[in-house]
């Protein structure tokens, strides 16, 4: 829960601080609509990595199986893309707050919140157990 707490803090603090040092993204508001919209980019970055897997899932399935020689790949090279996607939708549903003008600033916007999410994600604290 807490690193769940500090995600969506330093999110929001890259929403107000980090975003709009890259050219073609502008942020309007305060801290607590920079905690929405930390909260929505969260929630839409979830839906966004759905729709994307249930898209796959079909192609995959409707082609038995031969689609994957392309889908992993696409998978591999362009993980990173949706987050971007996510931004630019945020972007589109809350435009008095945010403006994003253009897929170069909204890949780098993504890319420093992936890094956000890989810092409090809880993989690089892992710790060994020792038995007892």
Do not use: E, Q
Request: hydrophobic share 65%; proline share 5%.
């Amino acid at each position: 829960m807490t690193r769940l707490l500090v995600r969506i803090l330093l999110s929001a603090l890259a929403f107000m601080y980090i975003l709009p040092m890259i050219g073609g993204i502008t942020f309007h508001g305060g801290f607590v609509s920079a905690i929405g919209m930390a909260v929505f980019f969260g929630i839409m970055v979830w839906l966004v990595d759905i729709v994307a897997v249930a898209l796959s899932a079909m192609v995959a399935v409707g082609t038995l199986g031969t689609a994957l020689f392309w889908l992993i790949p696409v998978w591999l090279l362009g993980f990173w893309l949706l987050p971007a996607v996510a931004l630019k939708l945020v972007s589109d549903f809350m435009p008095a707050y945010l403006t994003v003008s253009g897929w170069i600033p909204a890949i780098l916007g993504s890319l420093v919140l992936m890094l956000v999410g890989l810092v409090t994600s809880g993989s690089m604290y892992n710790t060994v157990r020792r038995p007892a």
